[in-house]
């Protein structure tokens, strides 16, 4: 994994903004896994501001509430057009977000799958991190070779999305979720994380052990994965002066 720590989560998200630019220029029918939260709204933001070409850009989103129609304020639907699609010009049918009121999950999940193999695979997958080591939905024990499904929600992550929500009874249980296997066979992962409330999980998904209990640290097993970090959630990184050093003087033959 290379690991890209910056002072700012400005910084860090500026750094994954150039990479995803670079994607879309050099292939404007890029497929892009996206990622909700409070994480990639900055690049989001930088993205818009970048005025980029979408058109033909193809996206997944990783996840959605079970339950939640997707004009719901919450729902992960509105998350995107309000914080991405509404204000570029990607082509709505190349839009693609679990659908939380699907009547057949099992068989909406295994379509999804296969939506994403026919669009060519995921090019670059945006993942946040959970305090308790999830990406996308993907809670501890989930298996490492999991393809979209229903999972159920942690206590901790319903306590965190809280603040979305107003109150944690309001946070749904279950989910779809795109598993760890689909997000590992994206040819790129792109994993932010900002804020030392994110340090443990970061910590433990970069130099503890590839374990289901923080389902990230499979990220270790992929050939092409970046992390990049701000100061705080790079905190608790043992070997955080060889990571500032590896960027800092990356040879012109290595950049991205
Ligand atoms: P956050 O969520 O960006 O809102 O912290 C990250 C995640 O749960 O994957």
Wanted: net charge positive; aromatic share 8%.
């Amino acid at each position: 994994m290379e690991i890209i720590i910056q002072p700012t989560a400005e910084a860090a998200t500026n750094v994954a903004a150039r990479l995803i630019a670079n994607l879309l220029r050099a292939k404007p029918d890029a497929v892009l896994g996206l990622a909700t939260g409070s994480t990639p709204q900055l690049l989001y933001r930088e993205l818009i501001a970048l005025k980029l070409d979408w058109r033909k850009v193809r996206t997944f989103n990783l996840d959605e509430y079970i339950g939640l129609p997707p004009e719901h304020a919450h729902s992960y639907h509105t998350f995107m057009w309000e914080n991405l699609f509404r204000h570029v010009n990607i082509a709505k049918q190349n839009i693609h977000i679990p659908d939380g009121l699907a009547k057949d999950i099992p068989q909406f999940c295994a379509k999804y799958e296969r939506q994403i193999r026919a669009a060519g695979g995921i090019d670059l997958q945006v993942l946040g991190i959970g305090t308790d080591g999830h990406i996308g939905f993907n809670e501890p024990t989930s298996s490492l070779a999991s393809r979209t499904r229903i999972k159920t929600l942690t206590a901790q992550t319903r306590k965190d999305n809280a603040r979305f929500f107003g109150s944690e009874a309001k946070v749904p249980h279950h989910v779809i979720t795109m598993g760890i296997g689909t997000i590992m066979e994206a040819r790129q992962n792109l994993l932010l994380a900002f804020g030392a409330g994110k340090a443990h999980a970061i910590a433990q998904a970069v130099e503890g052990p590839v374990t289901a209990l923080n389902p990230a640290s499979i990220l270790q097993m992929h050939p092409v994965a970046k992390a990049c970090l701000d100061a705080g959630a790079a905190s608790l990184l043992l070997r955080s002066d060889y990571y500032r050093w590896v960027y800092d003087n990356k040879p012109d033959w290595q950049q991205f």
